[in-house]
């Protein structure tokens, strides 16, 4: 999974993708790549029950993708459609924050109108997309079709309908062969997305920005998430020894800082969650798909555990926590033994058994 952070130039996408992510790799014009971790106050209650010599939180990897602005500079621009195309999710950076050295591009602060012009840009890529591969579809003689290419022919008309009536072609909600036919065209608003706002200090701390209920309430017809962070006091937080961060966040009014919540959020819509292997060596989260089976989860860890799958042993986490140990969730009867086709549920700690 690939979040990508877009957005208009200099909404403090950089700025976000240092602290989601440390350092990187890459270059100033290019797509820089790096790794997210999922914090999980789960992994945290686990962690204090094993005292393990080692916390492994789940990963994304995130890529700073450099803003554009169609019409302003066509390479710049087709880059940064080609850095989306290679996405599974975005994060749609939107610049609340005031500043005179650096003016907004469009000239105000506007949350609302950045985050249709973004929005609106991807669904006309889409939609030229679309109307090029029906073309080259229809062009072709009918009894020359792969079947594939009917039934794609059959859908497309569709998604051009969504697209013409300016929304994304995510609210469609295709199943998973018709997500198949089209996975090829790298269409860019079938990839779930979460807004987030970049506030300044001063709107951290009175708790809004302008423009916030109308972007929520345009956010929440979207069924799209809005998430606020304020890049330079998360910088400050991040650098802050932990056990003075829960003082200084309260001083803003947050429990928990905006970065946490985004990678939180990126993880959610992504479709992932996470089960749990906990022992005295190591704690850790693992992302997988939800639907995920058992036996296909054991392939995460090691692929002998998937081969020679015997057996799961799952407790819910509410459960383990709740009663302190595995032995007393055995001796309460929640501990379940599952088998291969178990689908394994957000917050499942599963220890595997296997014969090798
Ligand atoms: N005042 C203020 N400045 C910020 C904030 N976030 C980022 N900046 C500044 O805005 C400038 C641009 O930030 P970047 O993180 O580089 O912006 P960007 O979105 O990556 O920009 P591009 O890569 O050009 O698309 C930098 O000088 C940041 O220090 C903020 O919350 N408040
Ligand atoms: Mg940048």
């Known amino acids: 999974m690939d979040v990508g952070l877009i957005g208009l130039p200099q909404t403090g996408k950089s700025l976000?993708?240092?602290?989601?992510?440390?350092?990187?790799?890459?270059?100033?014009?290019?797509?820089?790549?790096?790794?997210?971790?999922?914090?999980?106050?789960?992994?945290?209650s686990l962690a204090a029950m094993y005292s393990p010599r080692k916390v492994t939180p789940a990963t994304?990897?995130?890529?700073?993708?450099?803003?554009?602005?169609?019409?302003?500079?066509?390479?710049?621009?087709?880059?940064?459609?080609?850095?989306?195309?290679?996405?599974?999710?975005?994060?749609?950076?939107?610049?609340?924050?005031?500043?005179?050295?650096?003016p907004h591009v469009m000239g105000d602060v506007d949350p609302l109108r950045d985050a249709r012009f973004l929005r609106d840009e991807l669904i006309l890529t889409d939609l030229a997309t679309v109307e090029s591969v029906q073309q080259r579809l229809g062009a072709q003689s009918p009894r020359k079709r792969?079947?594939?290419?009917?039934?794609?022919l059959d859908l497309l008309p569709r998604l051009r309908e969504t697209l013409e009536q300016e929304r994304p072609l995510r609210e469609l909600a295709l199943?998973?062969?018709?997500?198949?036919?089209?996975?090829?065209?790298?269409?860019?608003t079938l990839k779930p997305m979460v807004l987030a706002v970049n506030v300044d200090e001063g709107q951290l701390q009175e708790g809004t920005f302008p423009g916030e209920e109308a972007l929520r309430e345009a956010a929440a017809g979207w069924g799209e998430s809005v998430i606020t962070f304020c890049g330079p006091v998360e910088a400050e937080i991040a650098e802050l020894p932990a056990g003075e961060r829960e003082a200084f966040m309260g001083e803003y009014g947050i429990s928990e800082p905006g970065v946490a919540r985004l990678a939180r959020a990126a993880y959610e819509v992504s479709g992932l969650i996470s089960f749990f292997t906990a022992g005295e060596e190591e704690v850790r989260a693992w992302p997988i798909r939800r639907g995920t089976t058992a036996k296909q989860a054991a392939g995460k860890i090691h692929s002998d555990i998937e081969r020679g799958f015997i057996?799961?042993?799952?407790?819910?986490?509410?459960?383990?926590?709740?009663?302190?140990?595995?032995?007393?969730?055995?001796?309460?009867?929640?501990?379940?033994?599952?088998?291969?086709?178990?689908i394994v549920r957000d917050g499942d700690v599963i220890v595997f058994r296997f014969n090798v």
């Not at 790549?33 to 999922?38: E, S, Y």
């Not at 500079?73 to 005031?98: K, S, T």
């Not at 792969?146 to 794609?152: E, G, I, K, N, S």
């Not at 709740?322 to 086709?341: N, Q, T, Y």
């Open 146 to 152: 792969r079947p594939d290419d009917q039934a794609l």
């Open 16 to 44: 976000l993708f240092r602290l989601l992510a440390g350092e990187g790799r890459g270059g100033p014009a290019q797509a820089t790549i790096g790794v997210a971790a999922i914090p999980d106050a789960r992994l945290d």
């Open 175 to 188: 199943g998973d062969e018709e997500m198949r036919l089209v996975r090829g065209f790298g269409l860019l």
């Open 311 to 342: 057996r799961a042993e799952v407790v819910a986490y509410e459960d383990l926590v709740r009663l302190g140990s595995v032995a007393a969730a055995r001796d309460a009867g929640l501990l379940r033994l599952e088998g291969r086709e178990y």
């Open 60 to 102: 994304l990897r995130v890529t700073d993708i450099p803003g554009a602005v169609p019409g302003e500079d066509r390479a710049r621009w087709n880059r940064f459609l080609e850095a989306v195309r290679g996405a599974d999710v975005l994060v749609h950076v939107i610049r609340a924050f005031r500043s005179d050295e650096l």
